[in-house]
């Protein structure tokens, strides 16, 4: 009974997120219906990747029919992040869990859940995790559906002008983030200059560009702004 409260308490706390995702989602399923994806291969990639930014790098490489290599490559420094992140929760889960839910609970670490998870007050329930999960994962599948769809069905500058909403989900995520943090700032302004630099090299994909631009520009913020000791959570 108590799993079950904590996975019903997940399942609450992760309706904000499945109504976040199912508007984000719904701008990538019209981003794959423009690159020729069919509604169940783009509803499939949502349902077993859960990622964003790696799915929108990726929409721009098949468009590109860059290899499998530049697409492998891609996704593991986009969501290298996700990496840390399990790490991070492996601390906090409760010790009477086994190895077993910490892999469960890998399929669905986003930054969303990521950050429920981490705030949770005391050991963390894997439960608790997977409730969160449960309202995720359905919201971003649900909304690569009909954006697909809606891709398919509606007229082409209809679609053009919904697409606008993947670039206000961008500016809606780094604006908060810039006006907190100085380091952010810089590193927006920074990224802008770069990206457009690597653009006029025929020689690079968009994947490669992607690779580069985040490897350059994620050292000199490291370089520039460290986090000082007493800034880390080392709970």
């Avoid at 609450?12 to 499945?18: Q, S, T, W």
């Avoid at 530049?70 to 869990?97: F, G, H, I, P």
């Avoid at 606008?164 to 983030?177: D, E, H, R, S």
């Amino acid at each position: 009974m108590r799993r079950f409260a904590q996975w019903k308490s997940g399942v609450r706390d992760g309706i904000p997120i499945f109504l976040g995702y199912l508007a984000v989602s719904f701008a990538f399923g019209m981003q794959a219906a423009s690159a020729g994806l069919t509604w169940l291969e783009a509803t499939v990639m949502s349902v077993s990747n859960l990622t964003s930014a790696g799915q929108f790098a990726a929409l721009g490489i098949i468009a590109a029919g860059a290899g499998y290599g530049e697409m492998a490559l891609t996704q593991l420094v986009v969501n290298l992040r996700y990496c840390l992140m399990s790490c991070a929760l492996s601390q906090k889960l409760d010790r009477s869990y086994s190895m077993r839910h910490r892999f469960f609970m890998a399929y669905g670490i986003t930054d969303e859940v990521f950050s429920l998870s981490a705030c949770r007050e005391g050991p963390l329930s894997p439960y608790y995790t997977y409730g969160l999960i449960s309202s995720a994962m359905p919201g971003w599948g649900l909304g690569t559906l009909l954006g697909v769809l809606s891709g398919t069905l509606l007229p082409g500058n209809v679609v053009s002008a919904l697409g606008v909403a993947l670039y206000g989900m961008f500016i809606a995520i780094v604006v908060p983030a810039a006006k907190a943090q100085r380091a952010v700032l810089w590193v927006t302004l920074i990224t802008i200059p770069v990206s457009v630099g690597f653009s006029y090299i025929p020689a690079l994909s968009s994947g490669f560009r992607i690779i580069l631009v985040t490897i350059l520009v994620a050292a000199f913020a490291a370089w520039r702004f460290p986090i000082k000791e007493v800034e880390r959570d080392v709970r």
